[in-house]
């Protein structure tokens, strides 16, 4: 069967009999090329119409193509999981409804689907591999991938095989689809009921108080029956005294069967956010309690100004700056790396976080990540403060927070810095997702290697040792080359297979080798493994010692014992490495940033005194009102970051350009200062007695500090299921409140970033809403800016997961399964009906495209015609099987000769005389002449064929006599 989407192209057959007449006249007069030429023609012209016509053959089938959805998600009890699990196996193993020709896949249901079988023939319900998440539930999308999935050419069944809790898409939607496309949907109800369940419902905490106020905190907890147990609560992470008559911290409780409220007044003091955390745990150890919804949070903004978070690695490093902010009324609070919290709570309480000489691998990546997104959308102001440690020196390069730094880490292309080199030698890691760190911690070391630096990597391949390779097995993954753009070196870590080398002594080798080559100030290697190949001989200390290479040992979990470990410090030591044993993998990349950083100790310029000098004609900056700075005598090298970036003062050693020392931006919604000297123990101790230090740190720092919340918009943030719905209010009286326009923003546990769709709901009141698909603490930015206005209100909310909603259900939802059933057609299966069963199943038509093989054929056709119409075949003399003599062996052939000959002698001016070499030799006479009979004669070109056959004749007698 045949279909066609565009018919109107097929009018232009109407054109043939036009074509053909048209072409005739053109064509050769020969009668049977000419028919066969406007045939070819007629035929590509027929063939590019169908092409454009998009022509597709129908074929129907009564095969059955079946996709079972299985959901794998922890509102499921396992016991039920397993028991639904088992029924669609056997159904689908011994269904005798089952066609050799029919096809089976596979999806397993999570936050997002997975495949695990395409439908194939003789495909089964297996054991499934675990969706990524499994803390929520997505069937909506579910159904969309078997959709899509399901092949053309079979009649579609779906089988859902679910609780029916949906926590996130739209399944409705998805049925409809389904429904539209006549493709039903089986759904096999898995049925459960928690019992004894206790989730905490909410903790109820204002979300914005100012300094001395005090509201209560109250904690909601919904039990299925009657329970004893704890409740407690923890106020930014210390557990607070809820009943002091009794001994304890908790407050112990005996729940009955429904809700119960508890309410406690708390005392707001000081600014910054506070952290509420309530826990109920049950006194039965036998409870069948879940314990993930046993856990309620929530999160409260105290206002106010001059907070200020200092971290800093060295105790009391930047003394003097902290004395100089505290003494212009701002509260600074000093604290570690370590200290200082990883999520983005941690900093979104302070309205300036000041980085003092704090090197990159002193940060984890969630810190890195957190402190970047609290400043580019939460507005927290940031000081970055120079050292030996700092910047580019620190390993900042191709961090997060280097995008929000006013400078670049990367000095410019014209400082000529000795550069260094480093080799990476990849072991095989024994330990949980070896792979995965192995290219993170490579990933990181290259990430902060400067372009004109060196870098290699060495690894152990089985195949190359088992060819006799002369370097043991041993190879270059990444040639050693100058680091540049980064995109071979990042090519060669996805490359790598971490091979398990019997012995380091090969790949030492050949990474000493190659440093060898580089012409560098600084050569190491880097050599990360569990410890079991065998250590490097004496021979292989010496060289690495002889090319000034040092080797740097990490070893990582595994199997390698004590005297593994001794022989890896003792490598590291007797090249003047370093060794690190590494029990948790998240601190390799921070090792392995160090250790790079190491060969570029030349971005840091010391031991002269130089003057700074003041850009002038900058208004409104944290410069503003100082005339000079005093000597520094030491910074770290960075670069000009150009655009919005306002370089305040620099430093001139006669070079093209001043080195930066103060520059500021606005960074997102925040702002960003950078001072590329430290605060004045070491490069800048002529500072701290400089009249002007404390108002010079000052400046700074309330420069770049997050300016008050506005009083004039309200926020409300409330929780739908896993949505957020966002509330603001203008409630100034100003009319030009009406004409404000907002933006909003949301920022989640993982640093991740979703912009908020507002529309006005009423006067003055605007609303937005946004997914919640992780738990912990997630943040609302809005600003708001009145018409002709330069100046934002901004103002901040927050709302707590505290767990996903998959954990919210007590019991299935098999409802919303049933309701899908019927729309679509379909059957709610108890575990013995057939999956493969055709009825209720209308043919589907699979329409497979004619119009690609059209135009190719179109083509062919066309070089045919073409052919036909320039090319002319004597094809009888193709066909002869005689043998053909040679042109000069026959009469013709010869009186041709003799023709071309005497052209040819006309031309060069002796015409008419020309030599028969096919005639015997003329006879010369005793004088040398010849006889008369033979004198050449000159003749006209019209009798040279009757000469020609005259002296055939004569001779012919002569012969006979």
């Known amino acids: 069967m045949i279909s066609v989407d565009h018919p109107e192209w097929l009018w232009g057959l109407l054109l043939l009999p036009v074509l053909m007449l048209w072409s005739r006249s053109r064509l050769m007069s020969e009668p049977r090329r000419t028919l066969l030429a406007l045939g070819l023609r007629s035929l590509a012209w027929t063939l590019v119409l169908l092409a454009a016509a998009d022509v597709h053959r129908v074929q129907r089938s009564d095969n059955v193509a079946t996709i079972v959805i299985l959901d794998r998600t922890q509102s499921i009890p396992e016991a039920e999981q397993q ?77 859902l ?48 108080v100012r300094p001395g106020q005090r509201s209560p905190v109250r904690i909601a907890v919904l039990a299925q029956k009657p329970t004893a147990g704890v409740l407690r609560l923890f106020r930014s992470g210390i557990e607070i005294d809820l ?159 280097a995008d929000v730094f006013p400078l670049d880490c990367q000095p410019p292309q014209t400082k000529e810095l000795p550069g260094g080199a480093i080799a990476m030698v990849m072991h095989s890691c024994e330990m949980p997702e070896g792979n995965y760190w192995g290219r993170r911690v490579a990933e990181a070391a290259i990430e902060t290697l400067h372009p004109n630096d060196f870098v290699g990597m060495v690894e ?102 004590r005297q593994d470990q001794v022989a890896m410090e003792a490598t590291a030591i007797a090249t003047g490495g370093r060794f690190f044993k590494v029990d948790d993998p998240q601190n390799l990349p921070a090792i392995f940033i160090r250790e790079a950083r190491r060969i570029s100790r030349s971005l840091i310029q010391e031991g002269l005194s130089v003057t700074p000098s003041m850009q002038r004609g900058l208004v409104g900056g944290p410069l503003d009102g100082l005339s000079s700075l005093p000597p520094v005598r030491g910074w770290v090298l960075t670069g000009t970051r150009g655009g919005t970036a306002s370089l305040g003062s620099g430093l001139d050693t006669g070079e093209d350009e001043p080195d930066p020392l103060v520059a500021w931006w606005a960074a997102g919604a925040g702002r960003s200062v950078a001072v590329t000297t430290d605060a004045g123990r070491v490069w800048a101790n002529d500072w701290v007695n400089w009249p002007e230090y404390d108002r010079f740190w000052e400046q700074l720092a309330r420069w770049a500090m997050r300016p008050g919340q506005s009083r004039e918009i309200a926020l409300r943030t409330d929780r739908k299921g896993e949505r957020a719905v966002v509330e603001i209010e203008a409630v100034d009286d100003n009319p030009a409140a009406l004409l404000r326009r907002f933006e909003a923003v949301a920022v989640g546990p993982q640093g991740q970033r979703i912009s908020l769709k507002l529309r006005q709901v009423g006067p003055r009141r605007w609303r937005g809403e946004f997914p919640l698909r992780d738990e912990g603490s997630w943040f609302v930015s809005a600003a708001g ?138 006879q010369m006479a005793p004088d040398g002449s010849l006889p008369p009979s033979q004198e050449p004669k000159t003749t006209e070109r019209s009798a040279a064929m009757q000469r020609l056959l005259d002296a055939k004749r004569k001779n012919q007698q002569g012969d006979d006599a």
């Open 785 to 922: 800016r009145r018409p002709g206005e330069s100046s934002v209100d901004r103002v901040l909310g927050a709302i707590d997961m505290p767990y996903p909603e998959e954990f919210r259900a007590l019991q299935d939802n098999t409802a919303v399964l049933e309701r899908a059933a019927r729309q679509t057609s379909g059957r709610v299966l108890t575990g013995s009906e057939s999956l493969f069963t055709r009825d209720g199943l209308s043919r589907r038509q699979a329409r497979l495209p004619v119009w690609d093989v059209a135009l190719i054929l179109a083509a062919v056709v066309f070089l045919f015609d073409v052919a036909v119409r320039r090319l002319a075949l004597d094809w009888s003399s193709l066909l002869r099987r005689d043998v053909v003599e040679a042109p000069e062996t026959t009469l013709a052939g010869r009186v041709a000769t003799r023709d071309q000959g005497e052209r040819v002698a006309k031309a060069r001016g002796v015409a008419g005389q020309v030599e028969d070499s096919d005639s015997p030799d003329p």
């Open 161 to 208: 095989a679910s609780d029916g809790v949906d926590t996130e898409g739209n399944f409705g939607e998805s049925v409809a689809r389904s429904s539209a496309a006549g493709i039903p949907i089986d759904v096999y109800p898995i049925r459960h009921q928690r019992n004894a369940e206790v989730r905490v419902e909410s903790v109820a905490a204002p979300t914005r």
């Open 243 to 401: 009943d002091p008559s009794a001994p304890g911290l908790g407050l112990s409780v005996q729940l009955p069967e429904g809700r119960s409220v508890w309410e406690t007044p708390q005392n707001f003091e000081g600014g910054g956010t506070v952290s509420w955390r309530a826990v109920f745990e049950p006194s039965s150890s036998q409870s069948l309690d879940r314990p993930e919804n046993n856990v309620g949070t929530a999160l409260t903004f105290v206002e106010g100004e001059g907070r200020v978070l200092l971290i800093e690695t060295s105790r009391d490093g930047a003394g003097p700056l902290a004395e100089a902010l505290r003494a212009s009324g701002l509260q600074v609070f000093q604290q570690s790396p370590e200290a200082a919290g990883s999520d983005l709570a941690s900093f979104a309480g302070f309205d300036l976080v000041i980085l003092s000489n704090v090197p990159r691998w002193a940060f984890t990546d969630a810190q890195d990540a957190a402190l970047s997104r609290a400043v580019t959308e939460l507005g927290v102001g940031l000081l970055t403060v120079g050292g030996n440690r700092s910047f580019g020196a620190g390993g900042w390069l191709g961090s997060e927070l």
């Open 460 to 561: 152990f391949d089985w195949d190359a040792f088992r060819g006799d390779d002369e370097n043991s097995g041993c190879v270059w993954v990444l040639p050693m080359q100058r680091v540049g753009d980064r995109k071979s070196a990042f090519a060669a870590t996805a490359a790598l297979t971490y091979g398990d080398m019997p012995d380091f002594d090969p790949s030492m080798e050949l990474a000493i080798a190659g440093l060898a080559e580089t012409p560098v100030a600084m050569r190491q290697i880097i050599v990360i493994s569990d410890g079991d190949p065998s250590p490097p001989t004496q021979r292989t200390i010496a060289e690495a010692n002889a090319n000034r290479v040092q080797i740097t040992t990490v070893m990582v979990g595994g199997h390698g014992s």
């Open 83 to 159: 028991a639904a699990l088992d029924a669609l196996v056997l159904a689908a193993s011994n269904d005798p409804e089952r066609q050799p020709e029919d096809r089976l896949g596979v999806i397993a249901v999570g936050a997002d689907p997975a495949i695990l079988e395409m439908p194939v023939v003789g495909g089964q319900v297996r054991v499934p591999l675990e969706p990524t998440r499994r803390d929520a539930t997505d069937l909506g999308a579910a159904v969309a991938t078997a959709l899509s999935i399901l092949p053309d050419d079979a009649r579609a069944r779906l089988v």
